[in-house]
């Protein structure tokens, strides 16, 4: 869509809590790979949100992707439950039952489909493993009780391919594949975040899909060489969307 003669590029947008939040961390940096996957065909938008659950997601969908936005979409992620699966006795804040957890994602996936991003375009990712001897650590520093355990993440994460399946969007089984990852503590870097193997573990997953949705879209601006040096301008507007 242009602007005042400016052309917006495609967009990929990362929607998620903290663990989208961090994606373009030194450590977790599946966000930054897949910037770099793309560069010069799309902008890579992280939209990710440290501490939040699928509840306070919904809502804000809307507000993030419109029809405008929705037009120049080339793929989004929605990567929620690792919040979403704290134990309602232990953190009531962020739990939110599975249920609703179901019920959130599917909502969000109608209202991507409403304003025109095709099945194909959603893709969910389930929420990762989680190493509660390690997070355990991180708890006692900051004075909270441990309120996850990795045998309900793992109902979290089944539930999300199981809306993934509902909706017929794509789907990263997160959870799956680290759980068939020897030593897949490691994938973690305080038990809950994605450490600098986990994003390449998540990366390579997300990489055949990103590849397939942009593979039509040309990258933007000629290469270096195929400047003219005598008149560039020519070369370099309009460029091609």
């Known amino acids: ?16 809590d903290s663990i989208t939040q961090f994606s373009f961390s030194s450590d977790g940096c599946w966000g930054s790979l897949l910037a770099d996957l793309v560069q010069r065909k799309c902008d890579v938008i992280n939209r990710g949100f440290s501490g939040y659950n699928v509840r ?8 993030l992707v419109t029809k405008d936005v929705a037009k120049d979409t080339a793929a989004i ?18 739990h939110v039952p599975l249920p609703e ?7 969000m996936v109608e209202h991507l489909l409403s304003v025109g991003v095709s099945r194909d375009k959603i893709i969910l990712i389930s929420p990762p493993a989680f190493d509660a001897v390690e997070w355990k650590k991180e708890c ?12 309900t993440t ?8 199981e809306v993934a399946g509902q909706c017929g969007t794509q789907l990263v089984d997160l959870y799956s ?28 997953q997300l990489q055949p899909l990103i590849e397939q949705l942009t593979s039509n879209i040309p990258m933007k601006f000629p290469l270096w060489d195929e400047v003219d040096a005598e008149n560039p301008k020519p070369s370099l507007l309009p460029f091609k969307k």
């Open 140 to 151: 006692i520093k900051k004075g909270r009780p441990l309120s996850k355990n990795n045998k």
């Open 154 to 161: 793992g109902k979290y994460a089944a539930a999300c391919k």
């Open 77 to 94: 992620t929605i990567f929620l439950g690792a919040n979403d699966s704290n134990d309602f006795e232990e953190n009531p804040r962020q």
């Open 177 to 204: 594949q680290m759980m068939s990852t020897a030593d897949w503590e490691k994938c973690l870097n305080d038990g809950l975040h994605l450490s600098a193997d986990g994003s390449r573990l998540l990366f390579n």
């Open 1 to 16: 869509m242009a602007v005042d003669g400016v052309q917006s590029w495609p967009k990929l947008i990362l929607f998620g």
């Open 101 to 107: 957890y179901k019920e959130g994602l599917t909502s």
């Open 56 to 63: 306070w997601c919904r809502p804000m969908l809307p507000q």
